[in-house]
């Protein structure tokens, strides 16, 4: 699932090789229509759409054999929440129980909070009860403590591991069971670095 039906458009010219082709590409909010039967809305539509006029319906084009797996690219890029509901519906109806892969979908900005309650409550619902049950099978994160760059790294099954940057090359500081809290990555950076 791509971000909407341009970057369908776009993504099938730049990748012509058969296993690509091979594969079932589509809007987020168009696969997720498929799958719980309730009408999604990207973003741009959601804004536009006193302005919008009905049109084709890339839904049908779909048919009714449900994928094994849905990978789902960039959601939420540039605040779009509305691809987090949708992403919720792809996993109801015909997509019930089926696998999710997420790439690059922000779900930090949803997780800590960003958005909030009182703004935006589907969304943080979304998050509660949908959201919090992905976990990361490969995660590097940027931080920036007092002009010192370091980097928050984990493997799915692995544990956490801190590192600080260095001119030429990254050095382990710590490795931690459970996620490290912001505090506690600025004291390690602050405190094993010089």
């Known amino acids: 699932c791509l ?7 776009l ?15 589509t809007a987020l ?12 809305e990207t973003w741009l539509e959601s804004a536009l759409s006193t302005f919008q006029g009905g049109g084709e319906d890339p ?34 109806g015909k997509g019930e129980g ?17 958005y909030p309650k009182w703004q935006f409550p589907d969304v943080t619902r979304c998050g509660e009860e949908f959201l919090s049950k992905f ?7 940027p931080y920036q403590f007092s002009g010192r760059l370091g980097w928050l790294f984990r493997v799915y099954g692995e544990p956490w591991q801190f590192f600080a940057q260095g001119k030429e090359a990254a050095t382990l500081l710590d490795t931690f ?18």
């Open 59 to 92: 839904v049908a084009a779909l048919g009714e054999e449900a994928p094994a797996c849905r990978l789902v690219v960039q959601p939420c890029e540039e605040g779009r929440v509305n691809d987090w509901l949708n992403m919720e519906l792809l996993n109801s």
């Open 3 to 9: 971000l909407d039906e341009e970057e369908v458009k």
């Open 11 to 25: 993504a099938a010219e730049a990748y012509p090789g058969a296993a690509y082709q091979s594969a079932t590409v």
């Open 135 to 141: 976990d990361a099978a490969y995660f590097l994160k």
């Open 98 to 114: 089926l696998p999710i892969v997420c790439i690059n979908g922000y779900l930090d900005k949803q997780r800590l909070g960003y």
């Open 177 to 194: 069971e459970e996620r490290p809290r912001y505090k506690v990555m600025k004291e390690c950076m602050l405190t094993k670095t010089e």
């Open 29 to 40: 909010a168009t696969a997720a229509t498929w799958c719980s039967g309730k009408k999604a």
